[in-house]
């Protein structure tokens, strides 16, 4: 087993590293080649989602290769997968929705739980059952002025957009009360990833960088 870090708070490590890759590779090879990628461009928040070919296999081979990045899994949908993924290394967990089933069994690894939600009653849903954020999934739905008002009835709730997160956007969605952004597509295309243009992926991370630096930098 690949142990975690143990001291690592994980809600306050995501406020930190601010931007998390949500990777969808197409082979356990490319996964971890985009993972270098991305930790040259600035990059250190990554989430390997489980539409990548050997998760625990990419998990532990990352680790090994960049102990200090905040890595997790995604795309979980069963107590197998969160199981699997705590024990290849994975500091947090990420499923799409919320059952109940599979967060309780994510809660249970002692990993950061991330909940997929979308609506007040999701989100609520998420919170009953204790998750550390909400995943407001596909936050391309309603962009940053719906999380404004979700924040509403939810101020407590630390909230995770991912989908429609760009560098142009980011500083809105931490704006709108986002402590994280994910970002998929905008940051690891999937033609740079299938023709290992790594210099690609390199460049967008220090776009996103770039951007998450700036919001820092103005106190927003």
């Known amino acids: 087993m690949t142990a975690r870090p143990p001291e690592r708070d994980g809600l306050a490590a995501l406020r930190e590293t601010v931007v998390v890759a949500v990777l969808r590779a197409p082979s356990a090879a490319a996964a971890v080649s985009t993972v270098d990628a991305l930790v040259a461009g600035g990059v250190t928040g990554i989430e390997i989602t489980y539409s990548t070919p050997n998760v625990p296999t990419v998990l532990r081979e990352v680790r ?74 596909p936050s391309s739905l309603g962009g940053p002025a719906y999380l404004k008002a979700l924040r509403g ?44 243009d790594w210099a690609a992926v390199t460049a967008a991370a220090r776009e996103f960088r770039a951007a998450a630096d700036a919001v820092r930098g103005s106190g927003s």
Request: proline content about 8%.
């Open 64 to 137: 090994d290769r960049h102990p200090d990045v905040l890595l997790g899994a995604g795309t979980v949908r069963t107590p197998a997968h969160a199981e699997e993924a705590a024990g290849a290394g994975a500091e947090f967990l990420v499923s799409p929705g919320t059952l109940p089933e599979v967060s309780r069994a994510m809660l249970g690894t002692g990993a950061t739980v991330l909940s997929g939600a979308l609506t007040p009653t999701e989100v609520m849903t998420a919170v009953d059952l204790g998750v550390h954020v909400v995943k407001l999934f």
């Open 153 to 196: 009835p939810f101020p407590d709730v630390a909230f995770c957009p991912t989908g429609g997160v760009n560098p142009g956007n980011l500083g809105d969605w931490l704006a709108a009360g986002a402590v994280a952004v994910g970002a998929g597509g905008e940051l690891t295309p999937a033609e740079a990833l299938a023709s290992g």
